[in-house]
Each structure stands twice: as C-alpha cells, then as structure tokens.
C-alpha cells in the first residue's frame, strides 16, 4: 500500500508540536516506518524515533529529519492551517505553527524510505532513520546522543540530512565547507532596584540599563566585527516589568549571537559580555548582570568530496540547472551533532518550497523579502507540489549514493 504523503503532510501541519512534546509526530512517524519494515526505537533523547534497516553488508548511512514546530500564529489562510496551541517552557500558553517546514521534513523522510524499501534489491548496508525532536531548541541531537544513540544503534559512514527553505520548488542548494553558521543562545538578566514608578531616584532602573545594552549591542558587529567577516547579533526578545507605575528589580533579554567559525565566536562573546557589564556598571548596579548560555551550535560544515558526490547525484536526478551554491546562511542547526560525535562526514542541503514563478517575478520585482515568506514567519508554508516530491527524491538520491 503506498503512503498517502500529501495526506500525511497536511495532518502534520494541521497538528504541530513543540520541542520535546512532538509525541503525536513522533508516533505517526515511528508507525510508518514500522508499516515499512523497518526496526523502530522510540523515546530516544525524550521524544526521538530512530528506525534501521539493515539489507546486508555495506555503508551505515544516517538520514536525519527533524520534526519539532514553533510557538508562531499561522496566518497563511490555508485550508490545513494549524490553529494548535501549546504550553511553551515558561508555562504559557501560546499558538504553535509548523513555520521552519518541518512537517515536510518528516514528510519527505517517510516518501524516501518507501522508495528505498521498494528498490532495496538495488543496494546494500543499512539505513538509520533519525527523526529528531527539538532543532529549534537547538537541543535534540544532543539529547538523542546523549541518550546513545550512537552505542545502541549501528554507527553512521556519513550523516545526510536536507532543510526546506524559499529557494524555487525544484531547486536545491548545497555547498562544501560551512553551510550554516554557528550560533549562541543567551539570556541576560540585569538586577536593578525596584521601586514606585513615581520616585525613579530611589531605584536602579533594569528597564534603562537593559534598553541601553540593547542599542549599545547593534554596535558589536557594525563597528567591532571587520566587514568582511559575516556575524549576527539580535535581541529578540526582551521581558521587565508588571504595571505602568512600578520601576521592576529586574530585566530579561534573550539574545541571538552567529557566526562562521570558533575564532569569530570568541571575540564576538567576549564584545558582548564586556558591553552587557559595563551597561549594569554605568546604570549604578549593585549587582552583576547574569549572562546563561541556553544552547551552543556548531557550524554546519558538508564535507568537501561527499558534498561533491552528493552533488553529481542531484544533478543525476533533478539536471544541471536544478543544483546551485546557495552561499553561506546564516541560520544554525544541530544535525552537525551527529557528524560530529561519530567523527563522520556531513552533508546537508537545502530544498526549494517556494512557488517558482512568484519567486521568478519576486527576484525581478526585487521584492524578494517581502513577496516570498521566509522560515519562521507566519506566512511560510512550502508549496506541496513539486517540494514533496523533490524532497524525497533528494533523500532517495544522496542515500543511494552512499549505499553500496
């Protein structure tokens, strides 16, 4: 019987979870690939689905999905658009949409194992199938590694994996060496004084010194960072305070900090810490601010001659013109993980999910930015056609490729 994908990818959309409460997907995801034949371990780093096939002597070839939604309204008017809920880590309640493409991640893992179980006369060695909770938290891979997955399950030759994104449907993008960037997730708390909002004198204002860090932060890369280096620093977030007339004893910012290799990392933390500091110093703190890291994120580095092999099969598959260098994004990921730790080659690559003329009319338009919805908005879901279907023959591609 073969498996219904667009079924499969609208029912996953309709129903997104978030990190680490992926239970409903984790289970869709574990009973097809058991359907398929395959042997299936859940709960594996809380909430991950690991499924091998083994078919005979040869490579070990880890394919990793991961499938985790974010705490985003979806405004995309589609007849499945989710109207989920969840509660985040803070204990609230928030809406949750599958805006980074995830559910059609899962989608096309599932598509290509069906391929690969059907022609598996045509290979030899066995597939790992990863599908991973929590990316966005930046913490799955480590949490199904630290659970052992590389000691309970066969080790891994080369670790595959693929991301939607607002390339062209039918385009996909890899390229050797570092593909996306390495990234940082803090939280600054600044201790003030709290107070009546009608006596500032008598406190130590948290909102003011935050405030000033936050201005004081855009200067780290546009006057600390060389030009022809590429690093990111975003506030994107910010929390203080509970009624208009009380000054609060503290502030909150969460920060977003990128880039492409450890030498710039360190210099970029360090630009950071000392401006958080020195803000706390000059407002008059009496206590140091607290600066926690939630996640580290390596960069996600495709080896070169597997990238290269990788390629050639794309081109195989999809033609000349459907492969291109899509440079360096500066979005973070944590698949490296698993590469890493098992001391393997990567590769991981990107497919279109955009409408190709409305990207065509965008580009020449340049309206690109505003006309063609971007991973993490509201308004991003990939078209179902022709993604799914690249999607899997993608995977299907690269699997092959590193079968014997």
């Not at 034949?37 to 083994?54: D, F, R, S, Y």
């Not at 007849?79 to 096309?108: E, K, L, N, R």
């Amino acid at each position: 019987m073969t498996i219904d994908l667009d079924a499969l990818y609208t029912d996953l959309h309709r129903h997104p979870e978030l990190s680490f409460q992926e239970t409903r997907t984790a289970g869709i995801a574990a009973g097809h690939l058991r359907d398929l034949g395959l042997e299936v371990h859940e709960n594996i780093g809380i909430t991950g689905v690991i499924g091998v096939l083994a078919n005979g002597e040869g490579p070990v070839v880890w394919a990793r999905a991961d499938m985790d939604a974010l705490p985003v309204k979806e405004d995309t008017g589609l007849s499945y658009a989710s109207t989920a809920t969840g509660v985040d880590p803070d204990g609230d309640t928030v809406p949750v949409m599958h805006a980074c493409g995830h559910d059609m991640h899962v989608t096309a893992m599932i598509g290509a194992v069906e391929r690969l179980v059907a022609d598996r006369d045509q290979w030899h060695g066995t597939l790992v199938v990863v599908i991973q909770p929590a990316e966005e938290y930046g913490q799955g891979a480590r949490a199904m590694l630290d659970d052992g997955a590389l000691d309970r399950f066969p080790r891994p030759d080369i670790v595959l994996g693929q991301h939607v994104t607002p390339l062209p449907a039918g385009v996909i993008g890899l390229r050797p060496g570092p593909q996306m960037s390495a990234s940082d997730g803090l939280t600054v708390t600044f201790h003030g004084r709290g107070g009546h909002g009608s006596r500032p004198q008598a406190t130590i204002d948290p909102i003011v010194m935050a405030s000033a860090a936050v201005m004081r932060l855009q200067t780290v890369v546009s006057r600390e960072v060389d030009p022809h280096d590429l690093a990111v620093v975003t506030v994107g977030s910010f929390h203080a305070g509970t009624k208009n007339n009380i000054i609060p004893a503290e502030a909150k910012l969460q920060l977003s900090l990128r880039y492409p290799d450890e030498a710039l990392r360190e210099k970029v933390l360090e630009k950071v810490e000392r401006v958080v500091r020195a803000e706390a110093q000059a407002s008059g703190a009496e206590r140091e601010p607290d600066i926690e890291t939630l996640h580290t994120l390596p960069a996600t580095i495709n080896d070169a001659d597997a990238t290269a092999r990788a390629a050639a099969a794309f081109r195989t598959a999809f033609g000349e013109a459907s492969v291109v260098d899509p440079g360096l994004f500066t979005g973070s990921e944590d698949v490296s993980w698993f590469a890493r730790d098992a001391g393997v080659p990567l590769v991981f690559w990107f497919w279109g999910g955009a409408d190709a003329e409305k990207f065509r009319a965008a580009a020449a338009a340049g309206t690109l930015e505003r006309d063609i919805p971007t991973n993490h908005s509201p308004f991003y879901a990939p078209e179902m056609h022709p993604t799914i279907e690249v999607g899997v023959g993608a995977m299907v591609a690269a699997a092959r490729e590193f079968l014997g």
